[in-house]
Every structure is written in C-alpha cells, then in structure tokens.
Nanobody, 122 residues
C-alpha cells in the first residue's frame, strides 16, 4: 500500500522560500505521477503542480507565475516542491497525491498524504 508523507512546511516571511517534500513508502514511486495541492481556510483544495513519471515533466497552475518548481528523486522515493517568492496568499495546507497520471481534478487521486502547513506572514 502506497503511503505519502509531506514535510517541510512552516512559517516564512513574504518573499521567502520553502522546499516541501513528499516521501513515499510501501511502493516505488517510479511509475506514479505526483500532484501537489493546497487548501486555504474556507477555500476548496486546488492543484498547484504535478510531475509525471518517467521523464518527470512538470505542469503548474498558471497563477503561480513560475515561482514554484516540482522535481522528483526516484532513488529517494521522494518528490519536492520548491516554493520561492512566497506570498501571504500561498498560506495553506499543502498535500501531495499519487496516481499513474497527472490530473488537475483531485478526485482522480487515490493516495494522499496528510498535509503540511505553510504560513506566509511577517
């Protein structure tokens, strides 16, 4: 059974950076796409980025305007989300999810982590 655990969240000032990790156990990630989603208080969960398996092509939400970078290290069974130039509106719980294919619709994902809190505030 595939299990995902997010880490790396925390409190950061506007303009700062964080790197989130999504570590998998139970199954190799090589043939899974990993999506990052976030959910702010009172808002729906939204897609942030997704990285495909075998080649690791990343797709991003247009609203991010190039501030985030998704990458994967299959040897470490881990996917990363590098977040730069953080803004208060990036404050949310960030989740990773796995499926053989990238999807922006979260309902396609069967495997989810429990999330890590990111707070951007001065």
């Amino acid at each position: 059974q595939l299990q995902l655990v997010e880490s790396g969240g925390g409190l950061v000032q506007p303009g700062g950076s964080l790197r989130l990790s999504c570590a998998a156990s139970g199954v190799r990630l090589d043939y899974y796409a990993i999506g990052w989603f976030r959910q702010a208080p009172g808002k729906e969960r939204e897609g942030v980025a997704c990285i495909s398996p075998i080649g690791g092509r990343g797709d991003y939400a247009d609203s991010l305007m190039g501030r985030f970078t998704i990458s994967r290290d299959d040897a470490q069974n881990t996917v990363y989300l590098q977040m730069n130039s953080l803004k208060p509106e990036d404050t949310a719980v960030y989740y990773c999810a796995a499926d053989p294919f990238c999807h922006w619709n979260l309902n396609y994902y069967n495997y989810w982590g429990r999330g890590t809190q990111v707070t951007v505030s001065s």
